[in-house]
């Protein structure tokens, strides 16, 4: 399994010999105005450049989908990404988003879905406290918003946990499913008003503690105006509990690599 750092969510994932290219966000830095609302709004988004040339970022089989906001799916990846790409979503609202902008090869991962082996278990989300959704218009912002479990015989489990704040529903997932890798949206992203909308430094220490043979990797920090936590704060923040050792921080561009047989016979080392 390997796990490259592109920017923001936006990630390769190279799973059971697949490559999978994560919640794309492909626009050169300061394209778009800041996220109205929002905590740094600004601040033009993306806040830095690509890491890798995009014709590597695109190379992959397939590209999966949590949800269709702009930090996850902007007009760039929507003009880049060959239309006959293999792309995985949510739900059948975002497969018709995607199928009105033209691509032709768009499936709903769920627990029937079968990709050369991958298994793939939706999972839920909550992109904001219970009083922003409680608030019909930004409820309607939020939206709906997913996590993937990735499955296969030859590796670990993987949780992609999404866009959400710690609710008890991502602890019951982590205890049912038992993630040998587990990726969090750790940026602390805040709307104003209604406080972060996804996970920051305390949620990674809250996995350890739940998952604590897990390996966890923090992504979606300091790519987007709002994200208020940086990859220098996580790190620091994971040596000062000491559970650096089992948490990593890719910079952008990175690629965490791990190493192991089947998870059958085989525990995988931390980084």
């Given amino acids: 399994m390997k796990i490259t750092q592109i920017r923001n ?18 626009a050169p830095k300061g394209t778009y105005p800041g996220f109205e609302g929002t905590a740094n709004s600004h601040l033009s988004n ?17 590209v999966l989908l949590t949800h269709t906001h702009p930090d996850h799916w902007d007009g760039a990846a929507v003009n880049i990404i060959p239309k006959d790409k293999t792309i995985f979503v949510q739900h059948e609202g975002d497969e018709a988003i995607l199928r009105s902008q033209g691509f032709t090869n768009v499936q709903i991962f769920s627990e029937e879905v079968d990709y050369h082996g991958i298994s793939f278990i939706r999972t839920v989300c909550q992109h904001g406290s219970h009083a922003a959704f409680q608030n019909e218009q930004m409820a309607d912002i939020l939206g709906e918003v997913t996590g993937v479990i990735f499955s296969h015989a030859t590796e670990e489990k993987l949780y992609l946990v999404g866009d959400t ?19 969090l949206n750790t940026g602390w992203a805040h709307v104003l008003g209604f406080g972060p909308i996804i996970m920051g430094k305390e949620d990674v220490l809250k996995t350890h503690q739940v998952l604590p043979e897990a390996k966890i990797v923090a992504t979606h ?5 709002h994200a208020l936590v940086t990859t220098q704060e996580m790190r620091a923040y994971a040596k000062a509990n000491m559970i650096h050792e089992c948490v990593f921080v890719p910079e952008d561009g990175e690629t965490v690599t791990l ?9 995988m080392l931390c980084w």
Avoid at 46 to 62: F, G, K, M, Q, R
Avoid at 259 to 267: A, L, N, Q
């Fill in 9 to 26: 969510a936006t990630q390769i994932i190279e799973y059971a010999g697949k490559k999978f290219l994560i919640d794309p966000m492909l």
């Fill in 46 to 62: 993306p806040t830095v450049e690509l890491p890798l040339p995009i014709e590597s970022i695109i190379d992959v089989d397939a």
């Fill in 165 to 183: 704040i710690w609710i008890p529903s991502v602890e019951q997932t982590m205890i049912k499913q038992q993630p040998g890798v587990v990726i």
């Fill in 221 to 225: 920090m300091g790519a987007v105006n």
């Fill in 259 to 267: 190493y192991g047989g089947s998870i059958k016979h085989h525990k």
